[in-house]
């Protein structure tokens, strides 16, 4: 049974630095894309960053470009999200989500992806 599990979520003050893990399990990923989305209280869900399978490719909203890095460990189907430089406005339930490859639909098009974790909260106080 594939299980993705997400990790590593917590309170941080403006500024600061977080680093999610996502673990997927079940089955091979390693040529697998992996993606980064996050709901804030009364908003719709958005995307974050992706990677592909090969690590090469990766993608991120305008809004984390330059302060968050994802990172893939295709050894441990694991996939990371370094996030530097903190903002209230990052505050949010954090998913991870796993669909075959990049190279298809637009990285933040949610119904391309076949996996989902449970979410991992990150708040950011001011």
């Known amino acids: 049974q594939v299980q993705v599990v997400e990790s590593g979520g917590g309170l941080v003050q403006a500024g600061g630095s977080l680093r999610l893990s996502c673990a997927a399990s079940g089955r091979t990923f390693s040529t697998y894309a992996m993606s980064w989305f996050r709901q804030a209280p009364g908003k719709e869900r958005e995307f974050v960053a992706a990677i592909s399978g090969s690590g090469v490719i990766t993608y991120y909203a305008d809004s984390v470009k330059g302060r968050f890095t994802i990172l893939g460990d295709n050894a441990k189907n694991t996939v990371y999200l370094q996030m530097n430089s903190l903002k209230p406005d990052d505050t949010a339930v954090y998913y991870c989500?796993?669909?075959?490859?990049?190279?298809?639909?637009?990285?933040?098009?949610?119904?391309?992806?076949?996996?989902w974790g449970q979410g991992t909260q990150v708040t950011v106080s001011s």
């Open positions: 989500a796993v669909r075959t490859s990049l190279s298809s639909q637009a990285p933040g098009d949610m119904t391309s992806y076949i996996y």
